[in-house]
């Protein structure tokens, strides 16, 4: 339950709203391509959220097969109630597909149809590259685990036989469909997280994006990548030889768009005239624990080590460190640099730095140790642990503990300068991209005019403006612009 | 200066060398005893993993933390960074060396997992012939270790137990004398073969000390081979998530020398089969006995297995 709840209620959905509200923005629209979509997209996941947190109060509580719901454990409701967790949790798995499938066709249209005149392709921002190449993944991965909830649905409901084994079914085939979304699903939350990488660095140290069209073309790439890794998480499960081993190259191959971005983020920093406010101190933060996480995940993806590692608490400290360590500080990375343009005011920094220190060292206690338990051999989703993993779980306490106190800060931050903080003007961080060129924050159709691109992303340091003349909105961001 | 500043960067990049060497040596002690001939296979190709991840994570690190000492800008300084839009000389490098880094890697994983030659499941056929292994030993530089499994693997006739797992307790059952048990004793060098199978939902084989897995799934007998390579008590645990009382199932694995096995063998099966201890079925138990049931409703434990021999309490063996 921690897991679906944190991440078909919590990640997806600040992702999703970052983009919906920076995709129009950036590429100079008024609004999604279908608004009304839009809104029913949005509404599914308040009936989401109620039925995941309803779970808890049907007798006998909430589903207890954790987010994968793997078949047979998943299909052994000991209540023996028709209305029992397992089943409002995949009623709320597959009306969150749907709602993702609306969004992803939304979001897919929208930035193929929608983009200001002189906006092509290689004028695009970076963010709007991975919110496209994530959401196409959306829209290939996700009928795949919409229609694997759909059909567990059934077997646990009217009792078909689709993988329940003491009907004939096949419960690996389960896993089939659950991991051919799943897994790319980490990739649709980190590319836009990515993406957020690409527009921060850039104007925190005033340098253009480093290899700007290779980090957009590899974000596609990436896309292209996942949709054949997802055996991966089922090496030590019902697979044969020779799919460990194809699924084995696939999954490494994924590091190599990835490692372009990290050195192309890198270099944007070198050299520059770096500015360590805290949306930058979040995406270098991030960048770290992504190189981290990465290293780990080439690791899992061998198949001798994974054959060890695998579905132990080393998969665990992994995933967090992809999730938490990179995803959760890149948001925030994002939260912070594009707070002034959604609040008009800027957030107190020394509050942000005191988030970004709390939040890094939590991660690292946190998740750290329990990459060692994992080495030993300690398994995951246990209830009880024996006593020689107990050091590094006391660790992993502490440092979720942490990470608790780490977002009241945050928190603190948000409210007290929404309301209280000093105003920001339109454009504080002098940053350059059609969303500063509109007020802050903007009004409710984004431009008064839609503005005509006429030069690449990131002219930082070189004297091109942005767009047509006739198009900017007010003389000071003309002048941010010359810059 | 330009020169200068390549061979700066050689003789750090000759620092982190040597010591990312020194952390991949380390590796080897991250883990529990090596009780396999796979086990050292996995170290091994592990400390390779280790020894480059370190490299990559701080050769990233590095000129981050380095940027954000020297290129900072001053407090009233408002200019803008140099335009540099990129380097196609640079970004052809670094997309070629990750493809040959993950090329290379993905060989040496291959070539480990053809030495482990673990019978996946899928090949569900019994082969009552000795493991075919010779991809592994054409190797020029025949080492030690290698060596020493070679020897293990080559000598070894293998030794057949049937393994059921179930909600929540390990049985295994030697048809060699048709002795059943709860814990799992093995000959040292010997092949094992193991046949996997479960009574319900899926569980997973796994004994850290062996870093072997493999999930077991209901309807199907897969097919599992190693070599034990070092006496002592191991634990063996559920990697599956299989319910409730998951964490509790677990179980000792004996590797004991081969007279030793023989014997043990020969005693157990002079023993009626009784009741064997279960912890899943205690905990579940106690709770039951209590006057309010906290909780939420659990599937109930399958019956204590009835074996030949049990050892008497809980599993006992040492942190491995």
């Known amino acids: 339950m921690h897991g679906s709840i944190m991440l078909f209620l919590w990640t997806f959905p600040v992702l999703v709203g970052l983009g919906n509200y920076l995709v129009p923005l950036m590429i100079g629209a008024r609004d999604m391509a279908f608004p009304r979509l839009n809104a029913v997209s949005f509404w599914m996941i308040p009936i989401v959220g109620i039925l995941m947190i309803a779970s808890f109060f049907v007798p006998g509580g909430p589903s207890q097969s954790g987010w994968w719901a793997y078949p047979p454990v998943s299909l052994q409701n000991p209540t023996g109630n028709l209305i029992n967790g397992q089943f409002l949790w995949l009623l709320a798995v597959a009306i969150s597909g749907v709602s993702s499938i609306m969004g992803a066709v939304n979001f897919v249209t929208t930035i193929f149809r929608m983009r200001a005149p002189g906006m092509t392709w290689f004028r695009t921002p970076a963010f709007v590259w991975s919110v496209l190449a994530a959401q196409l993944i959306q829209l290939y991965g996700l009928p795949a685990l919409t229609a694997g909830a759909v059909m567990l649905l059934l077997d646990l409901t009217v009792g078909t036989s689709f993988f329940a084994p003491e009907r004939g079914g096949n419960p690996i085939l389960y896993q089939h469909f659950f991991w051919f979304y799943s897994h790319p699903a980490v990739y649709v939350m980190v590319l836009p997280v990515f993406g957020i990488f690409s527009e921060v660095l850039p104007v925190h140290a005033r340098k253009p994006l480093f290899g700007y069209r290779v980090i957009a073309v590899s974000s596609v790439l990436i896309t292209g990548i996942s949709a054949l890794v997802w055996v991966h998480h089922m090496f030590a499960s019902a697979t ?6 194809l699924f084995m190259v696939t999954t490494m191959l994924v590091g190599v768009p990835t490692g372009i971005k990290v050195f192309g983020w890198v270099a944007t920093i070198w050299g520059g005239k770096i500015r360590l406010t805290t949306p930058m101190l979040f995406a270098l933060g991030a960048i770290v624990n992504f190189v981290f996480a990465g290293v780990t995940g080439i690791m899992l993806g061998s198949v001798p080590l994974d054959i060890h590692v695998n579905n132990t608490y080393f998969v665990v400290g992994h995933f967090h460190y992809v999730i938490y360590g990179t995803i959760v500080l890149g948001i925030y990375a994002g939260l912070y640099h594009w707070f002034p343009k959604i609040t008009g005011r800027l957030y107190y920094e020394g509050l942000g730095k005191l ?36 050091l590094w779980n006391v660790m992993a306490s502490l440092g979720g503990f942490l990470l608790g106190m780490s977002t009241l800060p945050f928190i603190l931050n948000v409210v007290s300068s929404w309301i209280l903080g000093e105003k920001s003007g339109d454009n504080p961080w002098r940053a350059i991209g059609l969303e500063w060129l509109t007020s802050s924050p903007p009004p409710v159709e984004n431009f008064e005019e839609i503005p005509t691109v006429i030069s690449p992303p990131y002219g930082y340091g070189s004297n091109e403006p942005l767009v047509a003349a006739h198009a900017t909105a007010s003389p000071t961001n003309s002048e941010s612009l010359i810059e | 200066m330009k020169l200068r500043a390549i061979v700066t960067l050689a003789v750090l990049a000759v620092l982190l060398g040597f010591f990312s060497l020194w952390v991949a040596q380390q590796s080897y002690s991250w883990m529990p005893p090596e009780a396999a001939a796979e086990a050292k296979l996995f170290d091994d190709l592990f400390s390779i993993f280790v020894g480059l991840g370190t490299f990559v994570l701080l050769g990233v690190t590095i000129p981050i933390l380095y940027s954000l000492l020297f290129h900072r800008a ?28 993950v090329l290379g890697l993905s060989t040496a994983s291959y070539r480990t997992y053809q030495k482990m030659a673990i019978r996946g499941p899928m090949e569900l056929v019994h082969l009552h012939m000795p493991q075919m292994v010779e991809p592994a030993y054409a190797e020029p530089f025949d080492d030690s270790p290698q060596r020493e499994i070679r020897t293990a693997l080559e000598t070894a006739p293998i030794e057949e137990i049937d393994v059921t797992a179930k909600q929540w307790a390990w049985v295994f059952h030697y048809p060699d004398g048709d002795v059943t048990s709860t814990e799992l004793h093995l000959p040292v060098d010997r092949r094992i073969r193991l046949s996997l199978r479960s009574e319900d939902v899926l569980h997973g084989f796994y004994v850290p000390a062996f870093r072997l897995k493999q999930d077991i799934v209901p309807n199907h007998t897969i097919d599992f081979e190693f070599t034990p390579i070092r006496t002592g008590t191991y634990r063996l645990r559920d990697s599956m998530f299989s319910g409730t009382y998951f964490a509790a199932n677990q179980a000792d694995v004996v590797v004991q020398p081969v007279e030793d096995y023989r014997q043990w063998l020969a005693d157990a099966a002079t023993q009626p089969p009784t009741p064997a201890y279960n912890r899943a079925a205690e905990e579940y138990d106690r709770l039951s006995e209590q006057a309010v049931v906290r909780g939420w409703k659990s599937v109930s434990p399958a019956p204590a297995p009835m074996v030949n021999y049990a050892p008497k309490q809980k599993p006992s063996s040492p942190p491995a």
């Open chain 1, 240 to 245: 044969p030889g020779w799919m460990r081993m």
């Open chain 2, 74 to 101: 001053g407090k009233y300084d408002s200019s803008d960074g140099p335009p540099i839009e990129g380097n196609t000389t640079l970004e052809v490098i670094w997309t070629i060396v990750p493809i040959l880094l």
């Open chain 1, 355 to 390: 988030h970004f220190v709390l939040t890094f060292l939590g991660t690292a206690l946190c998740f750290v140790p329990m990459h060692a338990a994992g080495l030993m051999g300690m398994p995951r989703r246990v209830a009880s642990y024996d006593p020689e993993f107990a």
